[in-house]
Protein backbone atom coordinates (compact mmCIF):
# COMPACT_ATOMS: atom_id res chain seq x y z
CA UNK A 1 0.00 0.00 0.00
CA UNK A 2 1.21 3.57 -1.08
CA UNK A 3 -0.29 6.64 -1.62
CA UNK A 4 0.17 10.67 -1.64
CA UNK A 5 -1.90 12.67 1.00
CA UNK A 6 -1.61 16.79 0.06
CA UNK A 7 -0.67 18.18 2.85
CA UNK A 8 -1.32 21.61 1.78
CA UNK A 9 1.25 24.43 -0.42
CA UNK A 10 1.78 21.98 -3.34
CA UNK A 11 3.46 19.55 -0.49
CA UNK A 12 3.05 15.58 -0.85
CA UNK A 13 3.46 13.43 1.75
CA UNK A 14 4.66 9.88 0.23
CA UNK A 15 3.36 7.03 2.83
CA UNK A 16 4.37 3.33 2.12
CA UNK A 17 3.23 0.64 4.21
CA UNK A 18 6.14 -1.72 5.27
CA UNK A 19 4.81 -3.95 6.92
CA UNK A 20 4.25 -4.23 11.33
CA UNK A 21 7.65 -4.74 13.45
CA UNK A 22 8.31 -6.99 16.28
CA UNK A 23 5.72 -5.44 18.56
CA UNK A 24 2.71 -5.76 16.18
CA UNK A 25 3.36 -1.79 15.23
CA UNK A 26 2.89 -0.34 11.98
CA UNK A 27 5.84 1.00 10.18
CA UNK A 28 5.35 3.14 7.24
CA UNK A 29 7.74 5.17 5.48
CA UNK A 30 6.95 8.77 4.75
CA UNK A 31 8.96 11.45 3.16
CA UNK A 32 6.87 14.96 1.99
CA UNK A 33 7.80 16.58 -1.10
CA UNK A 34 7.36 19.74 -2.96
CA UNK A 35 5.35 19.91 -6.10
CA UNK A 36 3.09 16.59 -7.19
CA UNK A 37 4.83 15.79 -9.94
CA UNK A 38 7.93 15.24 -7.93
CA UNK A 39 6.07 13.45 -5.33
CA UNK A 40 4.72 11.34 -7.92
CA UNK A 41 7.68 10.32 -9.26
CA UNK A 42 9.34 9.43 -5.74
CA UNK A 43 6.19 7.08 -5.02
CA UNK A 44 6.80 5.40 -8.18
CA UNK A 45 10.17 4.13 -7.36
CA UNK A 46 9.61 3.83 -3.65
CA UNK A 47 6.52 1.20 -4.70
CA UNK A 48 9.62 -0.52 -7.09
CA UNK A 49 11.81 -0.69 -4.60
CA UNK A 50 8.77 -1.92 -1.69
CA UNK A 51 8.28 -4.42 -4.92
CA UNK A 52 11.70 -5.51 -4.84
CA UNK A 53 12.17 -5.74 -1.69
CA UNK A 54 14.89 -2.94 -1.41
CA UNK A 55 12.95 -0.51 0.53
CA UNK A 56 15.01 0.65 3.42
CA UNK A 57 13.66 1.51 6.98
CA UNK A 58 16.08 3.67 8.77
CA UNK A 59 14.04 6.15 10.77
CA UNK A 60 15.99 9.00 11.42
CA UNK A 61 18.66 6.52 13.32
CA UNK A 62 22.25 8.82 13.23
CA UNK A 63 25.37 7.08 11.75
CA UNK A 64 26.97 7.40 15.92
CA UNK A 65 23.80 5.84 16.84
CA UNK A 66 24.04 2.86 14.65
CA UNK A 67 28.03 2.30 15.28
CA UNK A 68 27.04 2.12 18.46
CA UNK A 69 24.30 -0.78 18.41
CA UNK A 70 26.74 -2.69 16.03
CA UNK A 71 29.90 -2.33 18.05
CA UNK A 72 27.88 -3.54 21.19
CA UNK A 73 25.67 -6.42 19.52
CA UNK A 74 27.93 -7.56 16.82
CA UNK A 75 31.46 -6.72 17.11
CA UNK A 76 31.95 -7.46 20.77
CA UNK A 77 30.87 -10.70 20.50
CA UNK A 78 32.92 -11.86 17.27
CA UNK A 79 36.47 -9.91 17.89
CA UNK A 80 38.86 -9.96 20.73
CA UNK A 81 38.63 -7.54 23.75
CA UNK A 82 42.02 -5.70 22.55
CA UNK A 83 40.49 -5.31 18.68
CA UNK A 84 37.26 -4.50 19.92
CA UNK A 85 38.14 -1.43 22.13
CA UNK A 86 40.80 -0.40 19.29
CA UNK A 87 37.52 -0.15 16.85
CA UNK A 88 35.51 2.06 19.50
CA UNK A 89 38.51 4.21 19.85
CA UNK A 90 39.16 5.02 16.01
CA UNK A 91 35.20 5.34 15.92
CA UNK A 92 35.06 8.50 18.57
CA UNK A 93 38.65 9.70 17.42
CA UNK A 94 38.20 10.17 13.44
CA UNK A 95 34.84 8.78 12.38
CA UNK A 96 32.11 10.14 15.51
CA UNK A 97 33.22 13.80 15.38
CA UNK A 98 33.08 14.09 11.82
CA UNK A 99 30.12 12.16 10.59
CA UNK A 100 28.56 10.92 13.71
CA UNK A 101 25.42 13.47 13.28
CA UNK A 102 24.27 12.25 9.44
CA UNK A 103 22.00 10.34 9.55
CA UNK A 104 22.69 7.13 8.20
CA UNK A 105 20.27 6.80 5.05
CA UNK A 106 21.68 10.55 3.83
CA UNK A 107 25.14 9.37 4.65
CA UNK A 108 26.96 10.25 0.88
CA UNK A 109 29.92 8.57 -0.73
CA UNK A 110 31.18 12.51 -0.98
CA UNK A 111 30.95 12.79 2.73
CA UNK A 112 32.93 9.90 3.46
CA UNK A 113 35.33 11.05 1.24
CA UNK A 114 36.00 14.24 2.59
CA UNK A 115 36.57 12.85 5.79
CA UNK A 116 39.76 10.62 4.59
CA UNK A 117 41.16 13.15 2.98
CA UNK A 118 40.95 15.39 5.87
CA UNK A 119 42.63 12.40 7.76
CA UNK A 120 45.57 12.66 5.53
CA UNK A 121 46.09 16.22 5.45
CA UNK A 122 45.99 15.96 8.96
CA UNK A 123 49.33 14.27 8.45
CA UNK A 124 47.49 10.52 9.38
CA UNK A 125 48.89 7.51 7.84
CA UNK A 126 47.49 6.06 4.59
CA UNK A 127 47.35 2.76 6.84
CA UNK A 128 45.25 4.77 9.48
CA UNK A 129 42.66 5.72 6.73
CA UNK A 130 42.50 2.37 5.47
CA UNK A 131 41.83 0.66 8.34
CA UNK A 132 39.34 3.62 9.75
CA UNK A 133 37.52 2.61 6.18
CA UNK A 134 37.88 -1.29 6.98
CA UNK A 135 35.81 -0.09 10.36
CA UNK A 136 32.80 2.04 8.96
CA UNK A 137 32.71 -0.14 5.78
CA UNK A 138 32.11 -3.05 8.12
CA UNK A 139 29.42 -0.85 10.22
CA UNK A 140 27.77 0.15 7.01
CA UNK A 141 27.50 -3.14 5.53
CA UNK A 142 25.19 -4.49 8.80
CA UNK A 143 22.78 -1.71 8.20
CA UNK A 144 22.25 -2.90 4.61
CA UNK A 145 22.23 -6.19 6.23
CA UNK A 146 19.68 -5.33 8.54
CA UNK A 147 17.58 -3.10 5.77
CA UNK A 148 18.39 0.31 7.11
CA UNK A 149 20.43 1.87 3.84
CA UNK A 150 19.66 0.39 0.37
CA UNK A 151 23.42 0.26 -0.30
CA UNK A 152 26.95 0.90 0.98
CA UNK A 153 28.43 4.33 0.82
CA UNK A 154 32.35 3.80 2.14
CA UNK A 155 32.17 0.91 -1.04
CA UNK A 156 32.30 4.20 -3.58
CA UNK A 157 35.40 6.10 -2.03
CA UNK A 158 39.17 6.16 -3.33
CA UNK A 159 41.32 5.08 -0.90
CA UNK A 160 44.54 6.39 -0.12
CA UNK A 161 47.93 3.89 -1.95
CA UNK A 162 49.13 1.82 0.99
CA UNK A 163 52.90 2.52 1.27
CA UNK A 164 54.70 -0.68 2.14
CA UNK A 165 57.18 -0.28 5.46
CA UNK A 166 60.56 -2.08 3.89
CA UNK A 167 61.06 -5.04 6.14
CA UNK A 168 63.44 -4.72 9.07
CA UNK A 169 65.56 -7.86 9.79
CA UNK A 170 68.96 -8.61 11.36
CA UNK A 171 71.83 -9.82 8.84
CA UNK A 172 73.15 -13.10 9.65
CA UNK A 173 76.36 -11.73 10.94
CA UNK A 174 73.99 -8.89 13.31
CA UNK A 175 71.64 -12.17 14.04
CA UNK A 176 75.06 -13.61 15.43
CA UNK A 177 76.04 -10.87 17.29
CA UNK A 178 73.15 -9.91 18.91
CA UNK A 179 72.59 -13.96 20.04
CA UNK A 180 76.38 -13.60 21.78
CA UNK A 181 75.17 -9.69 23.55
CA UNK A 182 72.32 -12.08 25.24
CA UNK A 183 74.27 -14.64 27.10
CA UNK A 184 74.37 -12.61 30.31
CA UNK A 185 70.47 -11.65 29.95
CA UNK A 186 68.16 -12.77 32.25
CA UNK A 187 65.52 -13.51 29.42
CA UNK A 188 68.16 -15.08 27.16
CA UNK A 189 65.57 -17.95 26.62
CA UNK A 190 62.99 -15.46 25.64
CA UNK A 191 65.57 -13.84 22.93
CA UNK A 192 66.80 -17.63 21.56
CA UNK A 193 63.38 -18.63 21.51
CA UNK A 194 61.81 -15.92 19.09
CA UNK A 195 64.31 -15.72 16.86
CA UNK A 196 64.76 -19.18 16.21
CA UNK A 197 61.36 -20.62 16.01
CA UNK A 198 59.49 -17.32 14.69
CA UNK A 199 56.87 -17.00 17.42
CA UNK A 200 55.35 -13.40 17.56
CA UNK A 201 56.04 -12.44 20.94
CA UNK A 202 52.46 -12.58 22.37
CA UNK A 203 52.56 -16.23 21.89
CA UNK A 204 55.79 -16.67 23.07
CA UNK A 205 54.49 -14.78 26.27
CA UNK A 206 51.60 -16.66 26.49
CA UNK A 207 53.76 -20.47 26.74
CA UNK A 208 52.92 -22.63 29.93
CA UNK A 209 55.78 -25.66 30.13
CA UNK A 210 53.01 -28.22 28.44
CA UNK A 211 53.16 -26.68 25.77
CA UNK A 212 56.86 -27.15 25.37
CA UNK A 213 58.26 -31.26 24.24
CA UNK A 214 61.99 -31.07 25.62
CA UNK A 215 62.28 -35.01 24.62
CA UNK A 216 61.26 -34.05 20.85
CA UNK A 217 62.50 -30.79 20.72
CA UNK A 218 59.33 -28.92 20.29
CA UNK A 219 56.80 -26.07 20.99
CA UNK A 220 52.97 -26.04 20.48
CA UNK A 221 51.48 -22.79 20.00
CA UNK A 222 47.78 -23.14 21.73
CA UNK A 223 47.07 -19.47 22.69
CA UNK A 224 48.44 -15.76 22.77
CA UNK A 225 49.02 -13.34 25.60
CA UNK A 226 46.87 -9.66 25.30
CA UNK A 227 47.41 -7.06 27.26
CA UNK A 228 45.01 -4.02 27.01
CA UNK A 229 45.56 -0.94 28.97
CA UNK A 230 43.85 -0.48 32.30
CA UNK A 231 42.59 -4.37 31.91
CA UNK A 232 45.73 -5.98 32.73
CA UNK A 233 46.12 -9.11 30.77
CA UNK A 234 44.59 -12.59 29.33
CA UNK A 235 45.18 -15.33 27.47
CA UNK A 236 43.36 -15.23 23.21
CA UNK A 237 43.34 -17.73 20.74
CA UNK A 238 45.73 -17.76 18.02
CA UNK A 239 45.30 -14.80 15.88
CA UNK A 240 44.90 -17.30 12.96
CA UNK A 241 43.59 -21.08 12.53
CA UNK A 242 47.08 -21.82 11.34
CA UNK A 243 48.99 -20.17 13.99
CA UNK A 244 47.79 -23.03 16.06
CA UNK A 245 50.78 -24.62 15.79
CA UNK A 246 53.98 -26.87 16.66
CA UNK A 247 57.57 -25.87 15.66
CA UNK A 248 60.61 -28.18 15.81
CA UNK A 249 63.02 -26.05 17.54
CA UNK A 250 67.06 -26.06 18.07
CA UNK A 251 68.98 -27.64 20.10
CA UNK A 252 70.74 -24.43 21.77
CA UNK A 253 67.08 -23.40 22.55
CA UNK A 254 66.39 -26.33 24.25
CA UNK A 255 69.14 -26.32 26.63
CA UNK A 256 68.53 -22.90 27.07
CA UNK A 257 64.79 -23.11 27.83
CA UNK A 258 65.81 -26.21 30.34
CA UNK A 259 68.69 -23.50 32.01
CA UNK A 260 65.42 -20.85 32.26
CA UNK A 261 63.19 -23.62 33.73
CA UNK A 262 66.05 -24.58 36.53
CA UNK A 263 66.12 -20.94 37.36
CA UNK A 264 62.60 -20.41 37.77
CA UNK A 265 62.45 -23.39 40.05
CA UNK A 266 65.05 -22.17 42.38
CA UNK A 267 62.99 -18.40 42.36
CA UNK A 268 59.88 -20.38 43.39
CA UNK A 269 61.36 -22.40 46.29
CA UNK A 270 63.11 -19.00 47.37
CA UNK A 271 59.49 -17.12 47.34
CA UNK A 272 58.00 -16.82 50.29
CA UNK A 273 54.33 -18.76 51.20
CA UNK A 274 52.01 -16.67 48.91
CA UNK A 275 54.31 -14.42 47.19
CA UNK A 276 54.24 -16.45 44.03
CA UNK A 277 51.42 -18.16 42.22
CA UNK A 278 52.01 -21.10 40.07
CA UNK A 279 50.29 -20.96 36.93
CA UNK A 280 52.46 -22.55 34.45
CA UNK A 281 53.84 -19.53 32.79
CA UNK A 282 57.18 -20.26 30.69
CA UNK A 283 58.29 -16.61 31.40
CA UNK A 284 56.87 -15.33 34.46
CA UNK A 285 58.01 -12.28 36.90
CA UNK A 286 58.65 -12.73 40.26
CA UNK A 287 55.00 -13.15 41.50
CA UNK A 288 54.10 -16.04 38.54
CA UNK A 289 52.31 -13.88 36.13
CA UNK A 290 53.11 -13.70 32.46
CA UNK A 291 56.07 -10.86 31.64
CA UNK A 292 55.52 -7.69 30.30
CA UNK A 293 56.21 -7.22 26.56
CA UNK A 294 56.97 -3.67 26.88
CA UNK A 295 59.14 -3.86 29.79
CA UNK A 296 61.41 -6.51 28.02
CA UNK A 297 61.66 -4.42 25.13
CA UNK A 298 62.18 -0.93 26.65
CA UNK A 299 64.49 -2.13 30.05
CA UNK A 300 66.18 -5.43 28.41
CA UNK A 301 66.07 -5.63 24.24
CA UNK A 302 66.80 -2.16 23.31
CA UNK A 303 69.71 -2.17 25.67
CA UNK A 304 71.36 -5.23 24.41
CA UNK A 305 70.90 -3.77 20.88
CA UNK A 306 72.39 -0.48 21.98
CA UNK A 307 75.25 -2.23 23.09
CA UNK A 308 75.97 -4.68 20.80
CA UNK A 309 75.94 -1.71 18.58
CA UNK A 310 72.92 -3.34 16.35
CA UNK A 311 70.15 -1.44 14.53
CA UNK A 312 67.58 -0.05 16.63
CA UNK A 313 64.73 -2.79 15.63
CA UNK A 314 61.12 -3.52 17.20
CA UNK A 315 60.97 -7.21 19.54
CA UNK A 316 58.80 -8.36 16.99
CA UNK A 317 61.31 -7.73 13.99
CA UNK A 318 63.09 -11.05 15.77
CA UNK A 319 60.31 -13.26 14.34
CA UNK A 320 61.09 -11.40 10.70
CA UNK A 321 65.07 -12.23 11.00
CA UNK A 322 64.04 -15.94 11.87
CA UNK A 323 61.86 -15.96 8.61
CA UNK A 324 64.58 -13.95 6.62
CA UNK A 325 67.95 -15.79 7.56
CA UNK A 326 65.57 -19.00 6.59
CA UNK A 327 64.49 -17.91 3.56
CA UNK A 328 68.14 -16.19 2.50
CA UNK A 329 69.58 -20.11 3.28
CA UNK A 330 67.27 -21.74 0.82
CA UNK A 331 64.53 -22.77 2.96
CA UNK A 332 61.21 -23.78 1.12
CA UNK A 333 58.91 -21.19 1.52
CA UNK A 334 56.03 -23.74 2.61
CA UNK A 335 58.07 -24.63 5.30
CA UNK A 336 58.39 -20.56 7.00
CA UNK A 337 54.85 -20.10 5.96
CA UNK A 338 54.11 -22.97 8.11
CA UNK A 339 56.78 -21.91 11.17
CA UNK A 340 55.55 -18.68 11.50
CA UNK A 341 51.57 -19.25 11.34
CA UNK A 342 50.47 -17.27 8.45
CA UNK A 343 47.49 -17.82 6.93
CA UNK A 344 48.81 -18.35 3.59
CA UNK A 345 51.78 -19.22 1.45
CA UNK A 346 51.10 -15.89 -0.40
CA UNK A 347 51.13 -14.21 2.66
CA UNK A 348 54.65 -15.14 3.24
CA UNK A 349 55.94 -14.70 0.20
CA UNK A 350 54.38 -11.08 -0.14
CA UNK A 351 55.48 -10.18 3.44
CA UNK A 352 59.27 -11.44 2.73
CA UNK A 353 59.38 -10.56 -1.17
CA UNK A 354 63.12 -8.79 -0.52
CA UNK A 355 64.86 -11.88 -0.24
CA UNK A 356 63.09 -13.55 -3.27
CA UNK A 357 65.88 -11.81 -5.67
CA UNK A 358 68.70 -13.41 -3.58
CA UNK A 359 66.24 -16.87 -3.76
CA UNK A 360 66.02 -16.55 -7.50
CA UNK A 361 69.85 -15.96 -7.96
CA UNK A 362 70.16 -19.10 -5.98
CA UNK A 363 68.35 -20.96 -8.02
CA UNK A 364 70.04 -20.20 -11.15
CA UNK A 365 73.27 -21.03 -9.97
CA UNK A 366 71.65 -24.21 -9.76
CA UNK A 367 70.36 -24.25 -12.83
CA UNK A 368 74.05 -23.33 -14.26
CA UNK A 369 75.34 -26.26 -12.85
CA UNK A 370 72.81 -28.58 -13.66
CA UNK A 371 72.61 -27.79 -17.59
CA UNK A 372 75.96 -26.05 -18.13
CA UNK A 373 78.49 -27.83 -15.57
CA UNK A 374 79.77 -30.14 -17.82
CA UNK A 375 80.12 -27.78 -20.84
CA UNK A 376 82.27 -25.41 -18.48
CA UNK A 377 84.47 -27.84 -17.24
CA UNK A 378 85.31 -29.09 -20.92
Known amino acids: ?35 KREAQAYLA ?9 TITDSGRVKLSEHMETWLETVVKNRVSEKTYLDYKDRTKLYITPEIGNIRLDRLKPEQIQELYNDMLERNLSPRTVRYTHTILRNCLQQAVKWNKIYRNPANLVDLPKQIKKEMVALTPEQADKFMKATIESQHKAFFSLLIASGMRPGEALGLK ?21 GKGWSLQEPK ?59 RHFKEILKKA ?17 LLSAGENPKVVSERLGHASINLTLDTYSHV ?14 ILFGDAQEQ
Open 1 to 35: MANLIDKGNDKWMVRVYLGRDENGKTKFHNKTIKG
Open 240 to 298: TARSRRTIPLPKSVIRDLKEHKTKQNETILEAEEGEYREQGFVFANSEGNPLDERNIHR
Open 356 to 369: LPDMQQSATDKLEG
Open 209 to 229: WGDIDFDNRRVTVNRSLTRVI
Open 45 to 53: KMTTQKNEG
Open 309 to 325: KLPDIRLYDLRHTCATL
